[in-house]
């Protein structure tokens, strides 16, 4: 089965009604505030409220206008830019959930950890990994705005797939009738089936960019250090993994790939694509399954001991 996606329904599969850490969660632990300069703090307490929010609003508004100018002058370069770049942002913005979910586990489970509580709960009957993976599923589904999130891109998804299949029966009717224009049919096929493999490859980056800062943060918690180092390290590796990921899926299935099939000489219609989306989901599973290893390593348990453990 896929790791991937086995971690993901674990993540997102109900609490145990009777989860004696909720409310551990809910405590108002020490933490340690970074201090600003005397001189700042001043300066920041003559400035009224009111006054800061009209900057802010300023500010906003002259960055809108000078966004206007530019894309008004630059109108068909931008459109290009804007088009060609689209992916990319929306692979930038699954990566940033993911790397804010695994900042916020590591930061609560810290505090925890830092405050003494740590070791009461490793002798709880949970012991301490089943219990970390609790919590840190906790703090993942008290982020209502990540879970509405989670689902807004989900239903988009679905219906972008359907609609984008709708338009494919389209264009395979208008094939057929009129066989005159079946370049130009054609055409419009690769592009449509292409949305529909983005769609699914974004979905799937969403699903790895959070089940990767999961597992980040619950590896960081288990680092004898303090709150600020470990917070370096769960960003340092967050993104570690996900540069050599996504190193490894552009050299190998968007560079890599289709030289292969030009050599071959092989068409490129639908099976392009499919072995693309398949590739990525070999490279997502093959990431996290390597961080499950790291994670048995560090408690030093063999790994079928520790997903027994964990039932997983």
């Known amino acids: 089965m ?8 674990v993540m997102n599969a109900p609490l145990p009604i009777f989860n004696p ?8 632990l020490p933490t340690q505030a970074p201090r600003t300069h005397p001189l700042i703090e001043r300066v920041l307490s ?27 002058v630059l109108v068909t370069p931008f459109v290009f830019v804007l088009f060609g770049s689209l992916p990319t942002v929306m692979f930038a913005f699954c990566v940033s959930l993911g790397g804010f979910l695994a900042i916020r586990i590591s930061n609560k489970l810290s505090r925890i950890r830092t405050s003494g509580i740590y070791d009461l709960i490793s002798v709880s009957s949970y012991g301490d990994q089943q219990a970390i ?21 989900s239903n988009s998804m679905i219906i972008t797939t359907l609609l984008l299949i709708l338009m494919s029966a389209l ?8 066989p005159a224009a079946s370049a130009i049919n054609l055409l419009f096929l690769e592009t449509v089936t292409g949305l529909v493999f983005l769609t699914i ?73 499919t072995t693309q989306v398949l590739g990525l989901v070999v490279i ?11 994670l048995a390593q560090q408690v030093d348990l063999p790994y079928r001991q520790w997903r027994a453990e964990l039932e997983l």
């Open 201 to 273: 490859a974004v979905y799937l980056s969403l699903v790895h960019a959070l089940v990767i800062g999961y597992l980040i943060a619950l590896w960081s918690i288990g680092l004898s250090t303090d709150n600020l180092t470990r917070s370096v390290a769960t960003v340092a590796g967050f993104i570690g993994v996900h540069l050599i990921v996504y190193i490894s899926a552009y050299s190998l299935l968007t560079l890599g790939l289709p030289a292969f099939y030009r050599h071959m000489r092989w068409t490129t219609f639908l099976t392009l694509g």
């Open 46 to 72: 003559w400035l009224p409220a009111q006054l800061v929010s009209c900057l802010v609003g300023l500010g906003l508004v002259i960055l809108l206008v000078w966004s206007s100018l530019v894309c008004i």
């Open 2 to 9: 896929w790791q991937t996606f086995l971690i993901w329904r």
């Open 171 to 178: 264009g395979v009717v208008s094939s057929l009738t009129t």
């Open 284 to 294: 997502y599973d093959l990431s996290v399954r390597v961080l499950l290893r790291l």
């Open 21 to 28: 850490f909720r409310r551990l969660l809910k405590l108002q």
């Open 133 to 153: 993976w609790l919590m840190g599923r906790a703090i993942y589904k008290d982020m209502l705005w990540l879970k509405d999130t989670r689902i807004m891109m």
